[in-house]
């Protein structure tokens, strides 16, 4: 595996700071809603937990409008987030996943969400807000290089997260090393993200949003997680990888990066 001298981590922590975050994050909010695509539970591998999740009719019906772009049975359960679990949720707005996984996890779990300031600038009320509403989660807003993360870890899910990551300058030696000790032997870091050309580095993650997936594998991998699987889940053949993942009437589509990490149970 290729691995990343700090030099080139540096560089690519220049290059990130020279990106706009301001226009960057403000394209969070959709311009525009995608075009609607079925959706079904598959009949097999989804817990009684996790369909309940996604069948609740509590859920924004704008999220649920989403389902059938995100997958989010079969993601969940690739994750293997069960009853009584400890998750990480990183970057949790715009409350796509929380719900579900607040409901997963249920009164025996809790659910600890974790967003950047610059997104809370725009999301955090209504973060708090659900947060409040449910105790078995937790809210924090900082800086990803200095989380002080819960013991036991059992699951990292990270949708999204890791672009804007690399937007807003986070060391991974410390995100990573504070991370890995924070997690039982054997539990999982699951990362899904738009993905960029592979070899574009950080090329295209201000401009287009995207992370390239060698990226997330070497930058992880050099951490200590082994990946587990390489999923095909949200593949996207029509993607050609240049084009912003807000583009008016393309929110969902792009082909995305389903990473299955874990911690290794000897280490």
Do not use: C
């Amino acid at each position: 595996m290729k691995r990343f001298t700090l030099r080139q981590l540096a560089a690519i922590t220049i290059l990130a700071a020279s990106a706009s975050l301001t226009s960057s994050f403000a394209q969070e909010a959709p311009v525009a809603a995608a075009p609607a695509k079925p959706y079904t539970i598959p009949s097999k591998g989804i817990s009684d937990a996790i369909r309940k999740a996604v069948q609740d009719p509590a859920r924004a019906p704008n999220m649920v409008a989403r389902d059938g772009w995100r997958r989010p049975a079969e993601i969940l359960a690739l994750a293997g987030v069960r009853p009584g679990h400890r998750v990480v949720e990183l970057s949790s707005f715009p409350l796509y996943y929380a719900p579900m996984l607040s409901s997963i996890v249920g009164e025996k779990g809790m659910v600890h969400m974790y967003d950047f300031p610059v997104t809370a600038e725009q999301y955090g009320e209504s973060v708090r807000a659900f947060s409040a509403a449910h105790k078995n989660t937790k809210y924090e807003v900082g800086d990803f290089s200095n989380i002080a993360f819960p013991r036991n870890i059992d699951v990292v899910f990270s949708v999204h997260a890791f672009h804007l990551m690399l937007l807003t300058n986070t060391d991974f030696d410390r995100f990573h090393s504070a991370l890995f000790k924070a997690m039982k032997p054997g539990a999982i870091y699951l990362i899904v993200d738009h993905s960029a050309v592979v070899g574009s580095q950080t090329e295209d993650t201000a401009g287009l949003q995207r992370a390239d997936p060698s990226l997330i594998r070497a930058l992880v991998g050099n951490a200590g997680f082994q990946l587990v699987e390489d999923s095909r889940l949200l593949d996207n053949p029509q993607d050609d990888r240049k084009w912003p993942v807000f583009q008016e009437g393309k929110l969902d589509q792009t082909d995305q990066t389903v990473y299955k990490f874990r911690k290794p149970i000897v280490y």
